[in-house]
T-cell receptor, first 115, second 115 residues
Framework: ETGVTQTPRHLVMGMTNKKSLKCEQHLGHNAMYWYKQSAKKPLELMFVYNFKEQTENNSVPSRFSPECPNSSHLFLHLHTLQPEDSALYLCASSQVGGSGANVLTFGAGSRLTVL | DQQVKQNSPSLSVQEGRISILNCDYT??????FLWYKKYPAEGPTFLISISSIKDKNEDGRFTVFLNKSAKHLSLHIVPSQPGDSAVYFC??????????????FGKGTKLSVKP
């Protein structure tokens, strides 16, 4: 496996379900991110982890719970979601701390539908 | 309020001609600007970046121009090819984007290159 892999690629869940999205990066990066892409909206930053420590929580509702057990893995735990949470959830990683632009490498995304 | 704006949701160009994608921003503290390309069912992939201390960066068929006084940047693709058909996202980073290296994205412009 190379790059950033996300599973599952598609997920349908009811509002009372509990599910998790998984992300794994094989690039040796030290930062990982969750972004949300809704129709006709910009990519919205949700969470940032630098060196496994959460450095950003962009006012995300508590029904979304991130977990970063190590610098290669990132989870997004989902609980009692709403239909408006249906979106494409993108994971990304990057190497922060150096010079130059912070280039994020994205996974293919997990398409979530909440019924 | 959006800090990075792509006001054209779509653009159609003939193969071989130039494609010009535009992006405006509001925060003069951004230090890097990036362009990403996204195909359906894939994550965004990095295309090209520019530092705020430069006004032009070129990579093959892709050139990004930055006009700091106007808070405007553009991506030129020449010659355009059908394989360039994708959604293009403009992004910015720096003070005002949150923690180190966070990217703020625009809504994207869908480019269609017709044979």
């Amino acid at each position: 496996e190379t790059g950033v892999t996300q599973t599952p690629r598609h997920l349908v869940m009811g509002m009372t379900n509990k599910k998790s999205l998984k992300c794994e990066q094989h690039l040796g990066h030290n930062a990982m991110y969750w972004y949300k892409q809704s129709a006709k909206k910009p990519l919205e930053l949700m969470f940032v982890y630098n060196f496994k420590e959460q450095t950003e929580n962009n006012s995300v509702p508590s029904r979304f719970s991130p977990e970063c057990p190590n610098s290669s893995h990132l989870f997004l735990h989902l609980h009692t979601l709403q239909p408006e949470d249906s979106a494409l959830y993108l994971c990304a990683s990057s190497q922060v701390g150096g010079s130059g632009a912070n280039v994020l490498t994205f996974g293919a995304g997990s398409r979530l539908t909440v019924l | 309020d959006q800090q990075v704006k792509q006001n054209s949701p779509s653009l159609s160009v003939q193969e071989g001609r130039i494609s010009i994608l535009n992006c405006d921003y509001t925060n003069s503290m951004f230090d890097y600007f990036l362009w990403y390309k996204k195909y359906p069912a894939e994550g965004p992939t990095f295309l090209i970046s520019i530092s705020s201390i430069k006004d032009k960066n070129e990579d093959g068929r892709f050139t990004v121009f930055l006009n700091k006084s106007a808070k405007h940047l553009s991506l030129h693709i020449v010659p355009s090819q059908p394989g360039d058909s994708a959604v293009y996202f403009c992004a910015a980073s720096g003070i005002g984007a949150g923690s180190q290296g966070n990217l703020i994205f625009g809504k994207g412009t869908k480019l269609s290159v017709k044979p």
